[in-house]
Structure formats: C-alpha cells, structure tokens
C-alpha cells in the first residue's frame, strides 16, 4: 500500500470516502437524504482547485491501483476562502444563504476527513493514514494537526487518542457535540 497526493481522476472514488465520514452534513448541503446526489457534490468540488473537498488537500491509501482510503486536510487560516466555492453553490442551487460554525482556525492544519472503504476496514489504513498526516505537518513541518470528533463516536475518537491526539475543547458544530483534538 502506498499514500499518495489525489488526483481530479480519483474524484468519484474519494467522494464516496468522504461520505463516510460526512453524509449528514453533505446531505444538509444539498438539502435532500440522497446518496447519490451527495456523492455528486463532493465528487465536483474534489475534481476542482482551491476549495475545501479539492484533490489538492487530499491524499489516498493505493494498493494494486485501488483506493483503499483518504485523508484531507488544509490550512485552518484558509477555512473562509476555502468554504466560499462551497457556499456559492448551495446558494446558487438551493437559493439559500447556508451558514455553519467553523470547524478550524488560523494555527492549525485541519484533517477535515478520513474515510476508509468498508472492504479495508480493521486493516490499519486510518491509522495508517493519520500516521502520514502526523509525519508530513507535525514532524516534517512543526505544525499543529487539529480535527473534530463526533461525541457520537468513541471508536474513532480512540483512535485519535491512541496516536497522540487531544482533547481541547467542545464544539457545537453541524447541529451535533464535538471535541475539538489537537495532535502538536
């Protein structure tokens, strides 16, 4: 298995990753419970630059030419311009101003999400790949990892815990409790 930066091509296969991790708040972006048309959405803004889902801050789990898994993450002092593409097309779609607290802040690189497809799953790949994001921001460039965990969710927050993360706050985000956990 190798990690590796995305690629617009790998659009479609991410999408479905991502929404792993996110479908309720997709789904509040489109304002409908449809799946597909959540897997949609995404798809387009990965297969674009500068934006919050872009392939330009992801990076995926590989083996024999198959996507096991993704990871995306960016600079927190770039969430506003990040999110604006986001915005716009839910305004443009829904004729609606959608609103969300933000999940990051300046000082911080933000792992947005991390999806691992159902079939790899309780192989190593999220830790695998948490490892590589620790490796690239927090040991390589000596930056702060920062990421939310659902309350909901204590698997993954164990997770989190297990490779270093922690808890440094609560965050009512996307109408659900969240900790705020920081890897320095």
């Known amino acids: 298995m190798r990690i590796r930066p995305a690629f617009k091509s790998d659009a479609v296969q991410i999408a479905e990753l991502m929404n792993l991790a996110m479908l309720e708040i997709t789904q509040q972006f489109i304002g409908e419970e449809d799946h597909a048309k959540a897997n949609d959405f995404l798809a387009h803004f990965i297969a674009l630059e500068k934006n919050q889902f872009s392939y330009e801050n992801i990076f995926v789990a590989e083996e024999d030419s198959v996507i096991l898994g993704q990871i995306s993450l960016y600079d927190g002092a770039l969430l506003h311009t990040l999110r604006k593409p986001i915005w716009d097309k839910i305004k ?23 999806g691992v497809s159902p079939q790899a799953q309780g192989k190593g790949i999220g830790k695998k790949l948490l490892q590589f994001a620790i490796d690239e921001f927090v040991i390589k460039q000596q930056k702060v990892l920062g990421l939310l965990v659902d309350k909901d969710n204590p698997n993954a927050k164990r997770l989190y815990e297990k490779v270093g993360f922690k808890v440094i706050n609560e965050v009512h985000i996307f109408g659900k409790k969240m900790e705020h956990l920081q890897y320095v």
């Open 92 to 114: 443009l779609d829904r004729r609606i101003d959608y609103w969300a607290e933000d999940e990051t802040q300046a000082g911080e690189i933000y792992l947005d999400t991390i």
